[in-house]
């Protein structure tokens, strides 16, 4: 009696989260799976039971796994130069002088940045004929590249941009965890006759592991999910080789109607996103551990 | 101190010297190392920050000098009309009007059901607490994408297309604001709740006039990282927004981006304009950021 009380009384306190969930994320992922076994109408409908030939389409689409590849690329090109650029930045931060504070706001700035102002600013940096990247190659005799339009470049330029706007959460996520390496564990490593390169690699490094690991996932998902960068720079260009996923089920559902196939194309989203968030509270866990 | 003459009996004297030197030269290493990374730092600083610096030095540029080539690095004329032809190109009032509302209760709207439920769980003993908690959780692993068709669907068939409702209403729980209030609501004292319970405060009470102000901080933080993260927002008011007075800043922006002859010192006007109150927000707030970007991770 006590306790159905006390159930009732919670859910009087739940019940506004639980509305917004059930409506908008626990009913539509139901909704999403329908609609990935469906054919549909242009407006939406469920027309027609296909059973798993959406999926099968998806598999046998040039275009799909043109995406898929275009992702997979994508996170190559961030994920690493993400931590490479992230790692020093973080270590700068942790000296301890007068007026870190002001630093530490600057490495991690880009936080503040929208990704639409950030596609926007390197649009402009990017720009092939007064740009000035190409004007800075143009001083080491570099050739003109057309950044958005060469296949080639595009997607090292999405990925550049997506970096730079990323850079601000890794060097939050990796001065947080440098903060956590005891001093006396460094210490330690330099009275024992390591050099400063040696105490990095074999003493801070390993501490800092798991968020080095956790940036990593982080960024992993983030490629997985970005769309913003892309839907300002190239839309999916030139000929595909920005079509990251999520651009393409955008394509997909808002410009050629097909929501079912879309929804199909969420799915295999979801499956990734959710092996990379698994892996993600895996490491969690561990590096609470650590503490 | 060194020496010069290297007679013994001033050996001992020579070789204090020489230590002494030594320890000079190491201080004097030391001092040139500071130095060296104090300037590097300022480097660093300078090319992280440039493409923001280098938007602001563009947006003060006259049209002509933006299509110079070699492109300067500073405008050699302060031009600030690209403000003015900003607003006028595209509603940017309007605009960031819009963005306010809607970033501003999402913040609202999470606060408060964070708090409710976080307060649920921290305080109120109920069967299924647990498998409850689980299920919010659960939320942070499907990502918006997954949901995004059947979401428009849902926000179209409501009739809620190009409205505040259809940007606001999917994003009014958190569950990763429910569990870092949660953990904060945890390190308050059970005494506290005991005590109130014998004065004879209701447990409504208890949360309105206990719980929540001891949790000031843990709010801010919630509430700058919801904020942040909803005035940014891209794809959804994508989706849901069409025509172009209802649109935040972060699409609106594209109307400048999409005129005949871009003007990149009039975007940069804009992107300054848009970027100016997350900046302000990030600046004041900074380790309310931090502490929101790394909670769970961090902390436990």
Not at chain 1, 239 to 262: D, H, K, P
Not at chain 2, 74 to 91: E, I, K, R, S, T
Not at chain 2, 114 to 139: C, N
């Amino acid at each position: 009696m006590k306790s159905a009380y006390a159930l009732l009384q919670a859910l009087a306190y739940l019940i506004a989260s639980l509305a917004v969930f059930a409506a908008f994320v626990f009913y539509p992922l139901v909704r999403n799976v329908q609609l990935s076994l469906y054919d549909t109408t242009p407006f939406g409908g469920l027309s027609a039971f296909i059973g798993t030939r959406n999926y099968a389409q998806l598999f046998t689409s040039p275009d799909f796994l043109n995406s898929l590849r275009v992702t997979v690329l994508f996170a190559v090109y961030t994920v690493p130069a993400g931590i490479v650029c992230g790692l020093p930045l973080a270590l700068l931060a942790n000296r301890r002088i007068r007026g870190i504070a002001a630093y530490r706001t600057a490495y991690s700035f880009t936080i503040a940045v929208s990704i639409a102002a950030a596609a926007l600013i390197w649009e402009w940096m990017l720009d092939p004929n007064v740009g000035i990247l190409n004007y800075l190659l143009s001083l080491v005799h570099g050739p003109r590249i057309g950044w958005l339009t060469d296949p080639h470049w595009a997607l090292p330029a999405v990925a550049a941009t997506t970096v730079w706007q990323s850079l601000g959460f890794n060097v939050v996520v990796l001065l947080a965890a440098l903060q956590g390496v005891p001093d006396e564990l460094v210490e330690a490593a330099r009275i024992d006759g390591g050099g400063q390169w040696a105490v990095f690699l074999h003493v801070v490094v390993p501490a800092i592991s798991p968020a080095l690991f956790f940036v990593g996932v982080v960024a992993t998902l983030g490629v997985l999910q970005s769309f913003g960068q892309v839907h300002i720079l190239t839309q999916g260009g030139p000929v595909g080789a920005t079509n990251v996923i999520v651009y393409s089920i955008y394509r997909n559902a808002f410009f050629n109607f097909r929501f079912g196939l879309a929804a199909a194309q969420a799915m295999v989203l979801f499956v990734l996103v959710l092996a990379f968030t698994v892996l993600q509270f895996a490491v969690f866990e561990r590096w609470v551990s650590y503490q | 101190m060194t020496s010069e003459s290297a007679t013994p009996a001033y050996a001992s004297a020579r070789a204090r010297g020489l230590g002494s030197s030594r320890r000079r030269a190491r201080a004097l290493r030391r001092a040139l190392r500071r130095v060296g990374l104090d300037a590097l730092m300022i480097v660093v600083a300078l090319i992280v920050l440039f493409p923001l610096l280098f938007a602001l030095s563009t947006s003060l540029k006259t049209g002509a000098e933006v299509d110079r080539y070699p492109p300067t690095l500073w405008p050699h004329v302060l031009n600030f009309g690209n403000y003015p032809a900003a607003m006028q190109q595209a509603p940017l009032p309007r605009f960031l009007l819009n963005s306010f509302v809607q970033a501003g209760a999402i913040t609202l709207g999470q606060l408060v059901t964070a708090s409710l439920a976080a307060f649920a769980f921290a305080f109120v003993e109920f069967p299924g607490r647990q498998w409850l908690f689980f299920l919010f959780l659960s939320t942070l692993m499907i990502p918006g994408e997954v949901t995004l068709i059947p979401n428009y669907l849902t926000v179209r068939s409501l009739g809620w297309l190009d409205t505040y409702p259809g940007l606001i209403a999917p994003y009014l729980a958190t569950a990763f604001g429910t569990f870092l209030l949660r953990q904060f609501f945890l390190t308050i004292p059970r005494e506290l709740q005991d005590a109130a319970r014998i004065d004879g405060a209701s447990r409504r009470r208890f949360l309105w006039m206990i719980v929540l102000p001891l949790s000031r901080p843990a709010l801010a933080t919630l509430a700058i990282y919801a904020f942040l993260s909803s005035w940014n927002q891209y794809l959804w008011p994508l989706l849901v927004i069409n025509s172009t007075g209802m649109r935040t800043v972060q699409i609106g922006l594209a109307l400048l981006q999409s005129q005949e002859i871009i003007s990149w010192s009039v975007v940069m006007a804009g992107v300054v304009l848009i970027v100016l109150p997350t900046v302000v927000l990030f600046i004041l707030g900074y380790r309310h950021v931090v502490r929101g970007l790394t909670a769970g991770a961090v902390k436990g």
